[in-house]
């Protein structure tokens, strides 16, 4: 599940998608493959940070980013604190030339503000910049 983002020519910018648990304070995921292995659905999670041991809050789909994804998580993006649910974004675009545009649109026809989209990455500590150039959705 994830987002697609785009210029308002059309341009896809990159993609959002849930990305599990994430220790906000230690800034680590707490997949045990690390980054590279959060989407690959094979890969085991901690239940607590491997740095602090700190353990997850609770959270459900109107507070976690799988909820944001789906539609049920209507909260304005902000960086959390503690372990909690977070966002990957796959950049499609330099990041450069991404936040050079003024106004970026989802793929619901959301338009947002250089400043709205810079909200929505705050949910997103893990990002991923090997797919620039690469025709994905």
């Known amino acids: 599940m994830g987002t697609n983002f785009y210029s308002l020519k059309g341009d896809h910018i990159g ?15 707490l997949c045990e493959d690390g980054e590279e292995g ?11 940070c491997p740095i602090c041991g700190e353990k997850a809050i ?4 109107d507070n976690s980013s799988a909820g944001r994804e789906l539609g049920f998580n209507k909260n304005l993006p902000d960086e959390k604190v503690g372990v909690a649910s ?16 003024k106004k970026i649109k989802d793929e619901y026809d959301r ?4 400043k709205e989209f810079l909200n929505i990455l705050k949910e997103c500590p893990v990002q991923y910049f090997d797919s620039i150039g690469v025709d994905f959705s």
């Not at 994430?22 to 995921?29: A, E, H, I, S």
């Not at 338009?111 to 250089?114: A, E, I, L, P, Y």
């Open 38 to 48: 959060i989407h690959y659905g094979v890969s085991k999670w901690s239940k607590e």
């Open 86 to 101: 977070c966002s990957s974004f796959t950049w499609a675009m330099p990041k450069e030339k991404a936040l050079k545009l």
């Open 58 to 61: 609770e959270e459900n789909l």
């Open 111 to 114: 338009v947002f503000s250089k």
């Open 15 to 29: 993609k959002r998608s849930a990305a599990g648990l994430y220790c906000w304070n230690c800034k680590k995921t």
